[in-house]
């Protein structure tokens, strides 16, 4: 059996069906095959009608005593009655009178569905349109009834009966030497069955099987199929790996004492154990002859843009460049700022890129770039664009990688030539999708906090409770500290109809707390207005920075101990521990404030309460997966998420992790690159792109 047969030679398909089906990304039988069961249900018991009760859902078989097709209301309904030598059933079917040749009388006939009264108060029972199969005397099992039966997802023109005799016939011609993608020393050492054994039970199990394991996607054949489905993928990101490792980058970094002097001027303070491992981890693959490829994983307040900008030093000390690309024009923005102010006592010249850059300014800004005289370049996607330029790029860093896709980062590594590329993400990644989305970087995470720096009390109030919220800032405030409040508001377009708007929010408060400083930073402010009135936060002179989500991520103020999320609801999980970690970065004790509006949905409430037990971001993460699903946690299909027909990264991670070890495993061993064989043949004509929906770099 050849699996990539076109599907229109299948028996019951054709070619009609076979161009409806290939709309539906099914053209191969290996395609088909892999439609697997949406669940089981078990039609192993025939029940006796004599013991049926309303509201059972059975199988019944026997014999049609009577039948006729009659009409109500212009609808042809076929009727029968089945006997079983215990008792007789009322069965009826709409709008089916085919049925008068199907289930005629005498034939020996299996019926599956719920059972219900015949009328009101009446004790004669019945089922309307159950499943039926037609079978020969002594047949104790069909297709569809007397075994336990698969449920299939419609799929194009089938559904069904139709589709449940097409699998089943297909399955049961699969052979035993069927060409399979898994090695066979993997196979043995890990007991996976066969390919074609694991396909032929999940369409045509057998009474043996374990119904409960069935339909938890547990059983055997069921963890074989995942298995090669993530084996699969990661040997793809394995040669992916192989590949860029083998490629000569433009330059070797060198590490000097004029880059170690420069990196003295930068710190405001003393590295962690864990940022200088990271770091450590980062100069090594700079001064390899092969291009970096590294994820930099952390949780909030952990020293990430530190380690990022550090790696930038070495690159600009080296005669290079370094870009560092933003997915918002806002958080480039508050990126730029906080690069400027760490580089104060250094001579670069640090340049902003993004959408909104106009005109001369524009002009002047690229020219500067494409000559050398700009050192680090912040910016955008606007750092991609062909009319962009770099006179010596060097590294690369992407910061928030997941709202990009793996395209662009390539896009921006071959400005310079095949660039070292750093990617960070401002709050944790959960494992299976950090081994997914990213699955071809070395990952490095900065598991450590600053010294000196408090756990983070969170508190949930509803709006109704505005007096609290006001007399928590006012403590603060009293004390010597300084507060943010935060509003859900990113751009004019995107206000939300009963959020208030931040320029009135901030009047709020003067009225609320007269004594008070109180700033407003918004997207709309132009830069230089959004630099001042960070400056007046960082030296004091503002005590309360109302806000949009611009201080999501590159702002460190330690005297802000309070940090007060307006509509919290509004936000993602993620988002809001990010904003949490804005404070709790000195030595007072901080709170975050929770402000919630109206009846709060499930998930919004989840969030809440998530948010409110933990602290640690890598957990947040994990929960935040399990609220969202893998799909909605990147928010996008340039995620670099690819497209699982057989497994789920939620159900099915604890597969992964085993899945992309042996995969990385295969590929050091095999060298050069995979064996001859099924697995071979799958990499070279393309399948790994059209299996999994992703682009191939590397």
Known sequence: ???????????????????????????????????????????RQFSRIADLRAGMKVAVSGTVTVAGLRRARRMPIYEIR???????????????????????????????????????????????????????????????????????EKLGPLAGKALRRILLRLAETIPGDLPDPLPADLRARLALMPRGEALRRLHGPSDEDDLGALNAFRSAAHRRLIFEEFFLFQLGLALQRQSRRERPKRAAFQVTDATRDAVKRILPFHLTAAQKRVLREIADDMRSP?????????????????????????????GYQAAFMAPTEILAEQHYLTFKRLLARCPYTVSLFTSSSKGK????????????????????????????????????????????????????????????????????????????????????????????????????RAASERRAVVEEVARALGAGRQAYVVYPLIEESEK??????????????????????????????????KEEVMAAFHGGSVQVLVATTVVEVGVDVPNATVMVIEHAER??????????????????????????????????RARIEVLARSGDGFVIAEKDLELRGPGDFFGTRQSGLPRLRVGDLLRDRELMGPAREEAFRYVEEAGGGPRAGPLEEFLERGGWQRRFGLARVG
């Not at 019945?126 to 099992?141: H, I, K, N, T």
């Not at 860093?397 to 310079?416: N, Y």
């Not at 708007?501 to 402010?525: S, Y």
């Open 361 to 460: 300014e524009r002009r002047e800004a690229v020219d500067a770039l494409a000559s050398g005289r700009v050192q680090i370049a912040v910016g955008t996607h606007a750092l991609i664009q062909q009319a962009v330029g770099f006179h010596r790029l060097g590294l690369a860093v992407v910061d928030e990688q997941h709202r990009f896709g793996v395209l662009q980062r390539e896009d921006l590594r071959r400005k310079g030539g095949e660039v070292d590329v750093l990617v960070m993400t401002a709050t944790p990644i959960p494992r299976t999708l950090a081994l997914t989305a990213y699955g071809d970087l070395d990952v490095s995470v900065v598991d450590e906090r600053p010294p000196g720096r408090t756990p983070v009390a969170t508190v949930h």
């Open 571 to 604: 936000f993602g999980l993620a988002q809001l521990h990010q904003l949490r970690g804005r404070v709790g970065r000195g030595a007072g004790a901080s709170v975050c404030v929770l402000v919630t509006h109206g009846r709060l949905s499930d998930e919004a």
């Open 496 to 529: 939300l109809e009963d959020v208030k708007a931040a320029t009135q929010m901030a009047e709020e408060w003067r009225a609320a707390l007269p004594e008070a400083r109180v700033g407003l930073l918004h997207g709309r402010l132009k830069g230089a207005e």
């Open 290 to 318: 092969h291009p970096m490829s590294r994820l930099v994983q952390g949780d909030v307040g952990s020293g990430k843009t530190m380690v990022a900008l550090l790696s930038m030093v070495i690159a600009v000390e080296d």
């Open 1 to 43: 059996m050849d699996l990539a047969s076109p599907v229109q030679y299948v028996k019951g398909v054709g070619p009609q069906r076979a161009e409806a089906l290939s709309r539906e990304g099914v053209a191969t039988l290996e395609d088909l095959l892999f439609h697997l069961p949406l669940r089981y249900e078990d039609r």
């Open 82 to 152: 089945l006997d079983d030598g215990t008792g007789r059933l009322k069965a009826l079917w709409f709008n089916q009178p085919f049925l008068e040749d199907t289930l005629p009388r005498g034939a020996r006939v299996m019926l599956f569905g719920a059972v219900e009264p015949d009328a009101i108060g009446s004790r004669q029972l019945m089922m309307a349109s159950p499943q039926y199969e037609r079978v020969e005397m002594g047949d104790s099992a069909g297709v569809h009834t007397g075994r336990i039966v698969p449920i299939y």
